[in-house]
């Protein structure tokens, strides 16, 4: 078969199929639906939803910022990752592919600032580049940032505030996925370890860095005094960075159901004075190595500090740490109950902690 001259649009098989159509009668045709495409998920999409949901319901809010840094960013987040540089950036801030997220994180938190908003919580995930010229890689990241004036609690100073809700919000994350393949209800959370090492964009003392199974997965802490006064920033800032590849290797957690105790739950309340050195998790750490199946929970009802070292000695805390005890299977006794309470008395005193009358 030999096309006409003049049939300049007809180039491909389906051209001259579609031809025969037309001149066949559309309408001569069933009306029939193609077969439906299996929609296969992404196989990280149900974790980047869990983390996405996890930080909004923390009252965070989903931010994008630039894939571009400056040489001077690179400098200081690059974190041994490498610069890949463009051959044609489009300014002399945007000489590199990002090394980290942090960069763009600090520029949103100034943005808010600067327009006179009090407080911002942001959140960012997106690809972070490292490698060389010749082998760029390209990895997943998260960055958090918060920035705004903090309030004292029970638990630590304004000063502090800003820190340790970022130890929540890793380890609220952390939660969502379990510890290996084999431990599928044992959450991450339990297993990883916060150290006191700081990247070296955070003011000294006042960062941290979390590791699971000896892997590095996040790094959360105050920005640098020297670097936020290079941005012009007014207030204190307090950024986290969490590597995605090392957590999305994990598998989420299986969310498990326990039957209600139909028995009566049995609160007990300890009152202690013990040092500033000795910090909650030691507390936490203690009572739980009891290994007493009946303590259902662990609550810091009232830390107090006296200024005037009037009640509590200078450099101490009182501390009222209720106890909760039931059984899923029977009422408990007093004589049981005794024993428990002598346990924990003990567990608290071994911290050096000293019994309140």
Same mark, same amino acid.
């Given at each position: 078969m030999k096309l006409p001259s003049w049939r300049l649009d007809l180039e491909r098989e389906i051209d &001259? #199929?579609?031809? !025969?159509? %037309?001149?066949?009668?559309?309408?001569r045709f069933a009306n029939t639906l193609p077969a439906p495409l299996p !929609?296969?998920? +992404?196989?990280?999409?149900?974790?980047? @939803? @869990?983390?996405?949901? %996890?930080?909004?319901? &923390?009252?965070?809010?989903e931010a994008i910022s630039s894939s571009f840094a400056s040489e001077a960013e690179g400098a200081t987040f690059a974190s041994g990752r490498g610069r890949i540089v463009l051959e044609n950036p489009l300014s002399e801030e945007a000489r590199l592919l990002r090394p980290s997220l942090v960069p763009g994180m600090l520029g949103m938190l100034a943005h808010n600032l600067n327009r006179d908003v009090r407080e911002a919580r942001?959140?960012?995930?997106g690809a972070v580049f490292g490698g060389t010229q010749e082998a760029v890689a390209e990895t997943e990241s998260l960055a958090i940032g918060l920035t705004g004036d903090f309030r004292a609690t029970r638990l630590?100073?304004?000063?502090?505030? /800003? #820190?340790?809700?970022?130890? /929540? !919000? !890793?380890?609220?994350?952390?939660?969502? =996925?379990?510890?290996s393949d084999d431990a599928r209800n044992v959450s991450a959370a339990d297993r990883v370890v916060?150290? /006191?090492?700081?990247?070296?964009?955070?003011?000294?003392?006042?960062?941290?860095?979390a590791t699971l199974e000896g892997k590095v997965i996040a790094s959360f802490g105050e920005l640098a005094s020297d670097a936020r006064a290079?941005?012009?920033?007014? +207030?204190?800032?307090?950024? @986290?960075?969490?590597? *995605?590849?090392?957590?999305?290797?994990?598998? *989420?957690? $299986?969310?498990?159901?326990?039957? &209600?105790?139909?028995?009566?739950?049995?609160?007990?309340?300890?009152?202690?004075?013990?040092?500033?050195?000795v910090e909650w998790n030691a507390i936490v750490q203690a009572v739980e190595g009891l290994a007493i199946p009946e303590l259902v929970r662990l609550t810091p009802v009232e830390v107090f500090r006296d200024a005037k070292a009037a009640t509590v000695p200078k450099g101490?805390? @009182?501390?009222?740490?209720?106890?909760? =005890?039931?059984?899923?299977? $029977?009422?408990? $006794?007093?004589?049981?109950?005794?024993?428990?309470?002598?346990?924990? #008395?003990?567990?608290l005193t071994a911290l050096g902690g000293v019994m309140r009358a």
């Amino acid at each position: 078969m030999k096309l006409p001259s003049w049939r300049l649009d007809l180039e491909r098989e389906i051209d &001259l #199929i579609e031809e !025969v159509a %037309r001149v066949y009668g559309y309408n001569r045709f069933a009306n029939t639906l193609p077969a439906p495409l299996p !929609v296969v998920a +992404h196989p990280r999409a149900a974790k980047e @939803a @869990a983390v996405r949901a %996890r930080l909004l319901a &923390l009252g965070y809010t989903e931010a994008i910022s630039s894939s571009f840094a400056s040489e001077a960013e690179g400098a200081t987040f690059a974190s041994g990752r490498g610069r890949i540089v463009l051959e044609n950036p489009l300014s002399e801030e945007a000489r590199l592919l990002r090394p980290s997220l942090v960069p763009g994180m600090l520029g949103m938190l100034a943005h808010n600032l600067n327009r006179d908003v009090r407080e911002a919580r942001l959140f960012e995930q997106g690809a972070v580049f490292g490698g060389t010229q010749e082998a760029v890689a390209e990895t997943e990241s998260l960055a958090i940032g918060l920035t705004g004036d903090f309030r004292a609690t029970r638990l630590h100073s304004a000063k502090d505030a /800003g #820190i340790y809700e970022l130890k /929540g !919000v !890793v380890e609220s994350l952390l939660s969502l =996925f379990a510890a290996s393949d084999d431990a599928r209800n044992v959450s991450a959370a339990d297993r990883v370890v916060f150290s /006191g090492e700081a990247a070296g964009w955070m003011e000294p003392a006042r960062g941290a860095t979390a590791t699971l199974e000896g892997k590095v997965i996040a790094s959360f802490g105050e920005l640098a005094s020297d670097a936020r006064a290079t941005r012009k920033l007014r +207030h204190p800032v307090y950024v @986290a960075e969490i590597d *995605l590849e090392a957590l999305y290797a994990l598998p *989420l957690k $299986r969310a498990t159901a326990r039957e &209600l105790s139909r028995f009566q739950a049995v609160d007990r309340d300890y009152s202690f004075t013990f040092a500033d050195s000795v910090e909650w998790n030691a507390i936490v750490q203690a009572v739980e190595g009891l290994a007493i199946p009946e303590l259902v929970r662990l609550t810091p009802v009232e830390v107090f500090r006296d200024a005037k070292a009037a009640t509590v000695p200078k450099g101490h805390y @009182a501390l009222l740490l209720r106890c909760v =005890f039931q059984s899923q299977e $029977r009422t408990l $006794r007093e004589e049981e109950l005794a024993a428990w309470s002598a346990r924990v #008395i003990d567990a608290l005193t071994a911290l050096g902690g000293v019994m309140r009358a």
